[in-house]
């Protein structure tokens, strides 16, 4: 089993690595992490390169990625929330999704992959709304094949208590954890 993860937080400590960290401890198989903030991966530009070609234009570790899309059964979106949407560096990453798009509406491709399964973790330092980033990387695990999605995730008011110390928080890190290693929602 491989397990994809979007980690859209810029604390290498936080809350969000925190609950990243507790379902990783859970998890089998190979874990592969896409940092937003680390590991440079440039934005679309909107260059059109993938309207009539496969891949990107854009040589960076995206290409690995695109094949880690490819490979794994399961895909995880984490991000703190930032004005009630996923982090700016998360979203540029995610914008090069636009060749999967392409590839169906315009090169009109098929998809030979597994159906995948996916989760949504959110963090936020208060209780402000998460439906519009819920609703994104809903979306966006939607377009990389995931066809069952576990209910989202958000541990809020992590300013007052840190999402390590939220066992509600750390009950749905098992709970994702079971569903994507084979067992059933709980």
Do not use: W
């Amino acid at each position: 089993m491989r397990t994809l993860i979007f980690n859209g937080s810029p604390r290498k400590d936080g809350d969000t690595a925190a609950l990243i960290y507790a379902l990783c401890s859970r998890l089998h198989g190979e874990i592969f992490t896409v940092n937003a903030y680390y590991d440079g991966i440039s934005p679309c530009t909107d260059c059109r390169f993938c309207m009539k070609n496969s891949g990107c234009a854009i040589n960076d570790k995206m290409t690995d990625v695109y094949e880690q899309i490819k490979a794994s059964d399961n895909i995880v979106i984490a991000s703190p929330i930032f004005f009630s949407e996923l982090t700016g560096p998360l979203l540029s990453v995610m914008s090069r999704l636009q060749t999967l798009f392409c590839a169906a509406h315009f090169r009109e491709e098929k998809r030979e992959q597994i159906l995948k399964r996916g989760a949504v973790i959110l963090t936020g330092g208060n209780d402000l709304g998460s439906q519009k980033a819920e609703n994104t990387a809903q979306i966006l695990l939607k377009a990389m094949g995931a066809a069952d999605i576990f209910p989202p995730v958000c541990c809020k008011n992590t300013d007052t208590l840190p999402a390590a110390e939220n066992a509600a928080a750390l009950e749905d890190m098992e709970r994702i954890a079971n569903f994507f290693n084979g067992g059933c929602r709980i």
